[in-house]
Nanobody, 118 residues
Framework: QVQLVESGGGSVQAGGSLRLSCAAS????????MGWFRQAPGKEREFVAA????????YNVDSVKGRFTISRDNAKNTVYLQMNSLKPEDTAVYYC???????????WGQGTQVTVSS
């Protein structure tokens, strides 16, 4: 079992930055790939970014490439999502997930709200 707790959400104007953190606990937490997903009102949850268990490989959806960076610190069992040049369309609840190697989520955090105003 892996427990995930997100933090760092908030409200920001367009063009601003936020850094989300996801603290993982559990005996096998560092062995999972980790991902960030988001869900905007009235829309399905979508993949945003992911990172392999070693941190050597990262994945990003096209809409955030060049703006969002995922990273992890296995010594702290924490994964980060640095979000720059935020746009109103990035407004959503952001969820951290521990995933299988094929990036299918296995464990979810509770989510953190990100609101970007124009």
């Amino acid at each position: 079992q892996v427990q995930l707790v997100e933090s760092g959400g908030g409200s920001v104007q367009a063009g601003g930055s936020l850094r989300l953190s996801c603290a993982a606990s559990g005996r096998t937490a560092s062995s999972y790939a980790m991902g960030w997903f988001r869900q905007a009102p009235g829309k399905e949850r979508e993949f945003v970014a992911a990172i392999s268990w070693s941190g050597g490989t990262t994945y990003n959806v096209d809409s955030v490439k060049g703006r969002f960076t995922i990273s992890r610190d296995n010594a702290k069992n924490t994964v980060y999502l640095q979000m720059n040049s935020l746009k109103p369309e990035d407004t959503a609840v952001y969820y951290c997930a521990a995933t299988y190697s094929d990036l299918r989520p296995r464990y979810w955090g509770q989510g953190t709200q990100v609101t970007v105003s124009s």
